[in-house]
């Protein structure tokens, strides 16, 4: 499928007045930087302009490109897939008005116009898709940052605004993909893809219901072997099944079997959809972590916060060798504690922070650390998020620098970094609990 | 308390170098726009330029004010207390150095003082207070938009960070205080205070542990008599409370005896810190709602994942009467869902919007609404945020714009008119939980 995701020629179909879907896919295909060729067609010809460059509107595909995106009206979907196919890969099928209003029998002559060219689908009634790191933004929705999530929705919305809140929150994206009514290409086919797709470090799959299930555990099983896969499965009340159903037109089917099959595939599930973020980003910097946390912070409240919530999650509050106390005792002020949560307090400066962690992170006790900051006036952020830039650790260190405005800075360089933030400390515990999980 | 939350006159003692405590303190409140007298003092005299006004330091305190606010010393403070005992009404202590290092003594030297002159004291070692509403900011932290929220924080670190983030999610403030020790005035105090307080539509707490349990839990019953109080307890893990203890001296104490307290006083508890903004922002707008939920969506997705949550958290779905479902048949395209959850679907404008609000608010069987809007790109977030605001409903609405820089429009049209927005379909949920415990 690397057709889809690395393409090095596409072409787009629609009406290319601005604001018209089509245009809009042009518009983010150019604008992200996409290097290889770009084909804009619609019978009427004419021209486009596009982030200062002017294209000229073919009235059809002359030449072979390697996916089509599609944003004609469906009744003129089939057709076209036919006249096309012998000159494309695959084809992403944007227009709705399929199975998912009833039209099963015009999705069903798609589905073999394309089978006859040996073409694959995704969608149709889908958002797109985007290939980052080939800078292929095959889509409408806001382009995001590189990096190592890919997204797989069954739900166009909640993939559109799920993207644009991940890129707010730091997470960094290898791929996209909205796969709509899933005629041909569905969340199997894409779990196994980006299992090998070695840009992804980690998958997030939003799923209602699936056609498949044993297909689709055995890709969630071999996924879920190679990297995390984090699932968020909506429809799992009565009511929220219900909806699902009228929506998608497909079943949401029993919570608990899906429940059994994530945990037996090795998935990790989310309860919510901050939560996919936060795990999106935990992993994209750790395949894992074990249970034994260490908390540093230069404040009392937010680390009982996290011990709290650490606890009740079920992992360990480290205890702290001897030899660590000791070290500790030896240059921190006497004020502070040196139990785990270890407290810095307020005037906790570089220096003090990192030493901190180097001497903690070569407890054999500890598997991971917990290090907030919530930065007192006298102390600019960024000098603390260079203590934990530059302290020398190699176990997982998972940040929670807090207060708005005044950790802005050091967050920034964190994230330059590579390392990201989580914005309280239950949100950064959580993260140390799915790590956990793999 | 009227003296420490709307003062008219204030002292501020301590170093005036830029970067010190006692400076940043008088800088937020002039920044603040305080309109009362404040006066610097320090025996070295001496002036002092903040936001562009110079002020002379006074070597010492002659004319009577509301409230002292020190940043001293510790080991000075109960002799300065002594010297203005008889011209201020109250003092806040920002120092520390006192119990919480184990230096009791010195502590009760401060309150012993005080008592002698009937001054009250808030601290010591606190972050200091906020009267917003009076644009009095006797504090370092950030400074916040004004609105019905007042936040009381056993710590000082929790509370500055709150206000930062609070102030960033559009939570609104009446009134901060950071507490410390307790020497004198206690959370107890705090809560019957703002129970009266016309400005605070909702109190939020933050405990570890409190001194007196049968003064708490009168306090707290009273409160929330008179408005909804918002509860976070740290130090519930075993952990957690061992942490506390060690930071603040006070004991946790047993959790599950906090939590029936809560309960039998009609406090609302939340789990974790994001919680309290979002339990803060349905507050600020509404006392309450009933437990029968409509959910009105323009994207399937979102609209599962909100109702999934709602019932869990045992609210009901509720069940569109027949009338309503025949006069929403009437004016929406057919391919909308007109059963609850009600799916507008991606194209829905403001008309759409407005008319399905209202016609589901007038419905019998519809005790509140939550209103979903993910922004497909060729409607701006910014109509249908009118149209929640122009739409006659008289029941409370709850609303969750979601897609990062697509909705900054429409949630800052939404904000500028009180309405909050829940950044996911589940924190919204919850927030409407809440209003169904009052």
Redesign the interface.
């Known amino acids: 499928m690397d057709f889809f995701f690395y393409p090095s020629s596409v072409a787009v179909f629609g009406s290319f007045r601005v604001?018209a879907?089509a245009y809009?896919i042009l518009r983010n295909i150019v604008e992200g930087g996409f290097e290889g060729r770009v084909i804009p067609v619609n019978p009427k010809g004419g021209t486009v302009e596009v982030a200062g460059r002017v294209f000229e509107i073919r009235p059809r595909l002359e030449e072979p490109v390697d996916t089509a995106i599609i944003a004609v009206p469906a009744r003129m979907v089939p057709a076209l897939i036919d006249e096309i196919g012998p000159l494309v890969k695959g084809a992403v099928v944007i227009s709705a008005g399929f199975s998912e209003?009833g039209n099963e029998e015009l999705e069903r002559e798609l589905v073999e116009k394309a089978r006859r060219h040996g073409v694959r689908i995704i969608g149709p009634n889908c958002a797109g898709i985007f290939g980052v790191h080939g800078r292929f933004f095959g889509s409408?929705e806001?382009r995001v940052k590189p990096g190592g999530l890919a997204l797989i929705?069954?739900?166009?919305?909640?993939g559109?605004?799920a993207l644009?809140?991940g890129?707010?929150e730091g997470v960094g994206f290898s791929a996209f993909v909205s796969y709509g009514n899933a005629a041909d290409l569905n969340e199997s086919d894409f779990l196994e893809y980006f299992a090998d797709d070695e840009n992804t470090k980690a998958i997030a799959l939003?799923i209602?219901g699936v056609k498949d299930g044993r297909r689709f555990l055995e890709a969630l099983r071999y996924a879920a072997s190679k990297k995390p896969v984090i699932v968020?499965k909506?429809?799992?009340?009565?009511?929220?099944a219900?909806?699902?159903a009228?929506?998608?037109g497909s079943l949401a089917g029993s919570y608990e079997i899906y429940r059994a099959a994530f945990k037996q595939a090795g998935a990790i599930e989310v309860?919510?959809?901050?939560e996919v973020f936060d795990a999106a980003k935990a992993f994209e910097v750790y395949p894992k972590a074990g249970r034994r946390v260490a908390v540093i912070t230069?404040?009392?409240?937010?680390?009982?916060?996290a011990?709290?919530?650490?606890?009740?999650l079920g992992l360990e509050?480290a205890e702290l060798s001897k030899e660590t106390i000791e070290k500790l005792r030896s240059f921190l002020p006497p004020?502070c504690?040196v139990?785990?949560?270890v407290?810095l307090i307020?005037d906790a400066d570089y220096e003090r922070y990192r030493r901190t962690i180097e001497v903690v992170c070569k407890d054999e006790n500890v598997d991971s650390l917990l290090v907030i900051c919530?930065p007192p006036?006298?102390i600019p952020s960024g000098e603390i998020a260079r203590a934990v830039i530059e302290a020398d650790c190699s176990k997982p260190v998972i940040v929670n620098f807090?207060?708005?405005?005044?950790v802005r800075d050091g967050v920034e360089l964190l994230e330059g970094a590579g390392i990201k933030n989580f914005?309280?400390?239950?949100?950064a515990a959580r993260a140390l609990y799915w790590l956990s999980l793999r």
Chains 1, 2 share one sequence.
């Open positions: 604001g879907i809009e209003v409408f806001v929705s069954q739900s166009g919305a909640f559109g605004a644009a809140m890129n707010d939003y209602e968020l909506a429809g799992k009340s009565a009511s929220g219900r909806a699902a009228s929506h998608t309860e919510e959809m901050e230069n404040s009392g409240g937010p680390g009982v916060l011990t709290d919530r650490l606890e009740k509050i004020q504690s139990k785990n949560p407290d307020a919530v006036i006298f807090m207060a708005g405005e005044l914005p309280t400390p239950e949100r």
